[in-house]
C-alpha cells in the first residue's frame, strides 16, 4: 500500500520545477475551473452533491480519524511483519529456471519467478505440481 | 510547465472541453486551433484536440498529436489524463492506469483523475491499488454515504469481510437520525451489510441483524428467503417451517421452498406419505397450482407414483398442455417411472377413446385430450432414453392428423427426422411448421437452427432475417452481430466447418470470442453506476460473475470448434490459403486450381474493396449517425491464411483450460495443440487431467500412446529437468510397456464400443503401419456392432475417407442399409 504524499511533493524530477508550479495554483482561479470541466469529462452527472443531512459532520470527521488512525496502525503492523519475514521470503531463483518454466508452461517471467518462488527455487516440483491435476472431487 | 493563456483563450479552451462534452467535435477542434495559432505549443488545447480526434475514429492520429502535447507541456496533468484516456479507449489499461497515476502525481487532488483511476484499477482486479484509491476517496468525501460504501466493497472483494463490515458499522454509526424506512439507498445498503456478516459464517448474528436492522426492509422477498434460510440453518426448525410457509403462500411454484419447508419438518427422503401430505396441502389450497402436484413425482416410487403420475397426466392432458412431456422427462432417469408414464398415457387414451364413443363429444375435454396424449407419446418415443423413431412418427402423424394446424406436432415432427439423421426433410418439416405461425419468434430461430444443421446458410439467414432490424446497414447479419446473437454465430461457424469453408467458420468463432470480450468490457460502466444506484448486492453478483464469464457453454463450444479448425489446418494446410471445399471433391486437381485460382481473385476483390472503403471512412454511417468500424477480413480470409494454426489456436485454448479444466474435450483439445507445438510438459497436463477424468476414453486412450512415441522421438530434444519430469509423472505407461500389446488389451476389453474399438484400430495402424489394410478392414467390420450408434458410425466413415481406404464405400452402403434416411451415408453423386 504506498502511503498518500503530502500534496505538494512531486516524485520524479522536482528541481527547479517546484518555484513555476506555485503560481498555477495561486492564479488559476480560472485554469481551475476548465480543470474541473475537463475533469467530469465522460462522467455522468453525480447527484451526490445532494449531501444528506442527516450526516453528523463531527461524527464523520472523528470516523475519518478513527478509520486512519488504524490503517496507519495496519500499516506499521503489516510493515514490521514484513520485516520479520523478510529474511525468510529471500530465495534464490535460477534464471536458468525462470527461463525453463517460461518456455515450457508459456507463463510470464513474473508468474514463473512467483511459482518457483512459492516451491522454494525447486524447479522439480514447481514443474511437477503444475503438471498435476487438483484433487477430483466427486462433485461437479 | 505552466502555460498560462489570456482570459479570452482560457474561455475559447472552456468551450473546447464544452464542445467534446456535447459531442460537437468540428467546432471543438476549430476553437481549439483558435488557440492554437495563438499558442501553438499549448499542451492542454494539443491534448484536447487528440481527445476530439480519437472521438472521431482517427486512434493513430490522436496518439500522435497527445505525445506531442506531452512534450509541450510535461507537467500538465491535463495532457497526461488525456493520455490515460485515450489508452483507456484503445482498451490498453495497463498502460491507462500508469498515465492516470501519473496525472495523479502532478494533481494529486483532482477527483476525476482519481476516480477514473479507481475504476480501471476494479476493471484490472487491482484490489490493493482499489482500495488504495477508494481511501483517498472517502478522505475526499466522507460526507457521502457512496464512498463509504465504495470501500466496504474494497474490502470485500479482496475478501476481508470484517473489514467490509466494521467500514459500514462506521458509516452507520456517524448518522444522527436513522434514514428513512423508504430510503431505497439504505434499505440495499442494509441487505448488503447482512450478507457480508452472512459471507463470514455468523449466521446468529446475520439473523439477528436481519430481524432488527433489515425488520422493515424494503426487498421483502429477500428478507423472507434469508430469514427463513438462517433460521433452517440455525436449526431453530419449527420457526423456519412457518417462515417456509409464509413464502408458499407467497409464491406456490417454486421448487426450493418445498425442499426448504420438509427439511425444516425434518422429514426424511424416505418418508414419502408424509412428504405427500404436505404438497397435497397444497394442491388443495392453490387449485391452479403445478409444482405441489408435479413434484412428489420425482421422490415417489411403485404403486404411489402410479397413482400420483396419472393423476397428474390427467389433468394435464384434459388441459392439453403442451409441455407436459418437457415437464416429466427428467424423470426418465428412472427405467421404471419412464415405463409408467407410457403407459399412463397410453391408457388415457384409450380411456377417451371409448368416453368420446359414449358420450358423443359432449366432453369438450376429449378434443384437447387425445392430441396431447399422442404429441406425448411421440415426444416419449423420440427421447433419447426410450427412442424407437418409427413410432413416434407414427405418433406424431396421428396428432397432426387431429390438429393439423399445430406449430408444436410439426415442431417435433421435425426433430423425429432430425434423429433420423434426415436433416433435408427435418429441415423442411421445421421451415412447414415455421409458415404456420410466421409471428412467432421461437419457431423462426428453430427453423433457422435446422437449416442451418442442413448446411443452408443462406436460406437459414433469410429465415431470421424476418425477425432483425430492417435498418440495420450489413442486413441481418450485421445485425445479428450487433445483438450478440450466439446461437446463430455458432451454428453458423459450425456449418462452415462442415463445409470445409475455414475461414469463415473461424470468421463465427472469433466473433464469439470478441462478444466476451465486450462482455467483460462491459462492466466498466457498472463500477461507478451500480455504486450510485445503491444496487451493492448486484454489483457484487455481477463481479463475480465476470469472474467466471467465459466458464459458459457458449464459449466452450464456440472455442472447441475453432481449436479442431486449426488443428485441421495444421495437419493439411489448405492449398489456395482461403475458404476452399476441404475435403468434399478434393481429388480433382484441375477442380482444385480452379479453386484456388477463384479464391485468389476474391482475396484481391475482397482487399481492393475494403481499400476503397479504407479510403472514404465516413461513408459508411448507420441510422444512427455513427461510423461503423470497416471490417478489412469479412470472409476471415486471412484467419485461415494463418502460417501459424497452432499459436493462434493459443487464443482459444488458454481460456478454455482456465475456465473449463472438469471438461474432458477442453483437456483432449489441448492436447491436440500442445503434443503439435511440441510443448509436452503442457500437453502431460492435458493428459494426467483428461485420464483423470475417464481413463477409458477412447481419445485418451489414443493420446496416451501417442504422448509415448512422441516423447521417444524427441527425447534428444527435451532439456534434461523436462525430461526428468515426464519420466516421473508420466506414469500412465510404463516404460517397459509393450505398446502394440498394451493396445492390443484396449482393444480386447472395449471390443463392444464402436467408438473405442476404432480409436485402437488407429493407433494399430499408427503402429505398425504394415497392418494398414487389415486394420481398415476391422475398422469397417465396426459397422456390425450391435451398440453402435449413427452418431459413431459417421465418424468412422469420416475417418475412412481421410485414410482414403478401399473399404470406405462398402461400409457407407452398409451403414446406409442400418440407417436408411440418414443423409450422410446417402451415395454422393
Redesign the interface.
Known sequence: MAETQPPNIVEGATTGDIDDEIPVAAKSAEDRKAAAALSSLDTPRDDDTTVTKDVDREAVRKAMDRLAGAGAANAAAAKKGDDKQAPKKVIKVDQADVTLLVDELELSKIKATELLKAHDGNVTSALKVYITPPETTTAT | ??Q?LT?KE?SL??QV??N??DKQYKKGIKAAEQILKKNPKHG?TLA?KA?IINSQGKTDEAFALAKVALQCDM?S??CW?VYG?LYRAGKNFEEAIKAYKFAL?????????Q?DLALLQIQMRDY?GY??SR??M??S??????SWTALAVAYHLMGDLSEAES?LT??E?????P?AKTDLENSEAVMYKNSVIAEQGDIQKALDHLESAGKHNLDRLALLELRAKYLLQLERKEEAAEAYRALIDRNSEYKLYYDGLTTALGLKLTDHKERKDIYDGYAEKFPRCDAARRLPLDFLEGDEFREAAAQYICRMMDKGVPSTFANLKHLYADDSKKETLRAIVQKYIDRRKSDSSEETQTNGDASKGIPAALYFLAQHYNYYLSRDLDKALEYIDRAIELEPKSVDFHMTRARIWKHYGDLQKASDTMEQARALDTRDRHINTKSAKYQLRNNQGEAALKTVGMFTRAETAGGPLADLHDMQCMWFLTEDGQSYARQGKYGLALKRFTTIYNIFDVWQEDQFDFH??SL?KGQIRAYVEMMRWEDHLREHPFFSRAALSAIDVYIKLHDKPLVNGMNGVGEAGGDDAAERKKAAKKARKEAQKAEREAHAKKNEPNKLKDADGEAKKQDDDPEGAKLAATTEPMNDAMKFVTPLLQFS??SIEAQIAGFEVYIRRK????A??CL??AS??DKEHSQVHGQVIRFKLAIDQDREAL?P??A??IK??FTLLPASTNLTLYNDEYLARHADCARRTVSALKIRRLLSPDKATSCQEDTAKVINLPSITMEEAKETLELLRSWNSSVTDSFRSQAAAKWPRATVFTASS
Do not use: C, G
Open positions: 510547465m505552466p498560462p482570459s482560457s479552451f472552456r472541453i464544452r467534446y462534452e492542454d484536447m481527445l507537467k496533468h491535463v489524463h484516456l502525481k502532478l494533481e494529486p487532488d483532482s477527483q476525476q483523475i476516480r490493493q482500495l488504495t481511501k483517498a472517502l478522505t468525501r466522507s460526507h457521502i454515504r457512496q467500514v462506521t458509516y454509526e456517524t448518522l444522527k437520525n434514514p461507478s453506476f450510485r479444466p472438469r510443448k509436452y510438459l503442457l502431460l497436463k494426467l487431467a483423470a477424468l532439456a529437468k523436462t526428468e519430469i516421473s509423472e
